[in-house]
């Protein structure tokens, strides 16, 4: 079955750094692929998606670009900032399909905490 | 802006109890899903449904039921709570069209079963 892969943490990084979170997913067909955020306390958020391949995915300065020769949807941004603390999730759609509606299926999460 | 909310944000309920877990979206999305969403485990699909009264099974259905009467509003159902579904259940909505859309997700409900 369909299934994603990510690096766990915590990934602990200094403001400014450069950032990768990496993902990977098994899937059959064409899958649409996304990264959600979840701030603490909160639900989760979309940050970005691509939904066909060599498709690249951004906003606020996260970006991610979906590869089918790799099976990757790696997340990156260039300088991380303390409020891009989170936890950030890959998924991807088309594992149950039922009337036109798409489960998804997610990572396990990456913690991603960015110190001063 | 699509706001998906859920009846309660923190709920403590004891073993055998039975548990409604309420989620309403002012979108008029067809879509409508159940996580829940463990430590370590991610978020795992429960039930979804595409339309009044349909519904379907995720990965993880045993010990849960749903309802779906009105489009708007998705009840996750705990028949006899038990302490192993003490966890962080999310609600989320989505138009139809096979995937290409994002799921908007409400803000959890905390279920503690002691």
């Known amino acids: 079955g369909n299934s994603v892969t990510q690096m766990e943490g915590p990934v602990t990084l200094s403001e400014e750094a450069f950032l990768t979170i990496n993902c990977t997913y098994t899937?059959?067909?064409?899958?649409?692929l996304f990264w959600y955020v979840q701030y603490p306390g909160e639900g989760l958020q979309l940050l970005l998606k691509?939904?066909?391949?060599?498709d690249k995915g951004s906003n606020k300065g996260f970006e991610a670009t979906y590869r089918k020769e790799t099976t990757s949807f790696h997340l990156e941004k260039g300088s991380v900032q303390v409020s891009d603390s989170a936890v950030y999730f890959c998924a991807l759609s088309g594992t149950y399909s039922g009337g036109g509606a798409d489960g998804l299926t997610f990572g396990k999460g990456t913690h991603l905490i960015i110190q001063p | 802006d699509v706001k998906v909310t859920q009846s309660s944000r923190y709920l403590v309920k004891r073993t055998g109890e039975k548990v409604f877990l309420e989620c309403v979206q002012d979108m008029d999305h067809e879509n409508m899903f159940w996580y829940r969403q463990d430590p370590g485990l991610g978020l795992r699909l429960i039930y979804f449904?595409?339309?009044?009264?349909?519904?379907e099974k995720g990965d993880i259905p045993e010990g849960y039921s749903v309802s779906r009467e009105k489009k708007e509003r998705f009840s996750l159902i705990l028949e006899s709570a038990s302490t192993n579904q003490t966890s962080m259940y999310l609600c989320?909505?989505?138009?139809?069209?096979?995937?290409?859309?994002?799921?908007?997700f409400g803000p959890g409900t905390r279920l503690t079963v002691t």
């Open positions: 989320a909505s989505s138009p139809p069209a096979g995937g290409i859309y994002e799921q908007y």
């Open positions: 691509a939904t066909k391949a060599d």
């Open positions: 899937a059959t067909g064409y899958p649409s």
């Open positions: 449904s595409y339309d009044v009264k349909m519904k």
